[in-house]
């Protein structure tokens, strides 16, 4: 008897581990932002991403808009007083503060180092990592878009190093 629920517990596990592995990767969460960040109608306007992501052409990381950098294109809007969003844009200038823009990126681990500007002069496209962010009008988590995987993957399509220091410290 006490074999037949061992043998039964070792099957749960298993049988557990396998629907676990092949179950559909979560779908990416909405992530509230301090100000609505409307990426398509950036989009219609021909805001392209290193318009506000300054730095992803010449460092790793490529950077977080300013409440400036909004602000200077958002000054000679008509309505800014009267569209809610665009109100808070104007309060977070005014009050001299910077916009707590949340990441949407899942962090990646202390042992990864990525440079975006590898990726970029390589030509791949923003898309590839980050999904169709241009589309969405709630931003949204990519959570199974970052693995390594998807990286590997990606580095043995391109003919990339798939050797681990490349991005392991």
Same mark, same amino acid.
């Given at each position: 008897?006490?074999?037949? #629920?061992?043998?039964?517990? $070792?099957?749960?596990?298993?049988?557990?581990?396998? $629907?676990?592995?092949?179950?559909?990767?979560?779908?990416? &969460?909405? $992530?509230?932002?301090?100000?609505?960040?409307?990426?398509? =109608?950036?989009?219609? %306007? +021909? *805001?392209?991403?290193?318009?506000?992501?300054?730095?992803?052409?010449?460092?790793? $990381? &490529?950077? #977080?808009?300013?409440?400036?950098?909004?602000?200077?294109?958002?000054?000679?809007?008509? +309505?800014?007083?009267?569209?809610?969003?665009? =109100?808070?844009?104007?309060?977070?200038?005014? /009050? %001299?503060?910077?916009? /707590?823009?949340?990441? #949407?990126?899942?962090?990646?681990?202390?042992?990864? *180092?990525?440079?975006? %500007?590898?990726?970029?002069? %390589?030509?791949?496209?923003?898309?590839?990592?980050?999904?169709?962010?241009?589309?969405?009008?709630?931003?949204?988590?990519m959570v199974e878009d970052f693995t390594m995987d998807k990286c590997i993957e990606c580095h043995l399509r391109e003919k990339a190093s798939d050797d681990c220091l490349v991005?392991?410290?």
């Amino acid at each position: 008897m006490k074999t037949i #629920i061992i043998s039964l517990s $070792v099957l749960a596990i298993i049988v557990g581990g396998i $629907v676990y592995s092949l179950s559909p990767p979560t779908l990416p &969460a909405i $992530v509230t932002q301090p100000i609505l960040f409307n990426h398509p =109608r950036h989009e219609e %306007k +021909d *805001v392209a991403c290193y318009d506000c992501h300054l730095f992803y052409k010449d460092y790793a $990381v &490529a950077g #977080i808009p300013d409440t400036e950098l909004c602000f200077s294109c958002h000054k000679s809007d008509k +309505d800014l007083k009267e569209k809610e969003e665009k =109100r808070k844009l104007h309060q977070y200038f005014t /009050n %001299k503060t910077e916009i /707590n823009w949340q990441r #949407i990126n899942t962090p990646l681990p202390a042992d990864v *180092v990525f440079d975006h %500007k590898r990726h970029v002069v %390589k030509e791949i496209d923003c898309y590839e990592c980050h999904g169709k962010i241009e589309q969405q009008v709630e931003t949204m988590r990519m959570v199974e878009d970052f693995t390594m995987d998807k990286c590997i993957e990606c580095h043995l399509r391109e003919k990339a190093s798939d050797d681990c220091l490349v991005c392991h410290k």
